[in-house]
Nanobody, 121 residues
Framework: QVQLVESGGGLVQAGGSLRLSCAASGSIFSINSMGWYRQAPGKRRELVARIFRGGDTNYADSVKGRFTISRDNAKNTAYLQMNSLKLEDTAVYYC???????????????WGQGTQVTVSS
């Protein structure tokens, strides 16, 4: 079984910063990529940022230059540094990991429970 535990969400004023963390634990052989999605009320879930094992990253256009994703492969942990937060960044943020549980297993996506980020004016 695999568990992703997110932390770091909360309430922040516009222009402020937050740092989200996501720790993966359990039966894990390897993690290909880790990422963050978000879902605002009444909107579809969208990819915010993703980082691959080798360090390659991609970002949603709406967060480029403001958010930075990083990871610690030894700790199976990913981070999302969010700066210059805007009202429209308010959402539930979900951590994901594309991983294998055994050397011969297939890759599957595990999801965290989500953490609320609220940006106020």
């Amino acid at each position: 079984q695999v568990q992703l535990v997110e932390s770091g969400g909360g309430l922040v004023q516009a222009g402020g910063s937050l740092r989200l963390s996501c720790a993966a634990s359990g039966s894990i052989f390897s993690i290909n990529s880790m990422g963050w999605y978000r879902q605002a009320p009444g909107k579809r879930r969208e990819l915010v940022a993703r980082i691959f094992r080798g360090g390659d990253t991609n970002y949603a256009d709406s967060v480029k230059g403001r958010f930075t994703i990083s990871r610690d492969n030894a700790k199976n942990t990913a981070y999302l540094q969010m700066n210059s937060l805007k009202l429209e960044d308010t959402a539930v943020y979900y951590c994901t990991a594309d991983l294998k549980r055994t050397i011969i297993g297939s890759i599957f996506t595990s999801w965290g429970q989500g953490t609320q980020v609220t940006v106020s004016s």
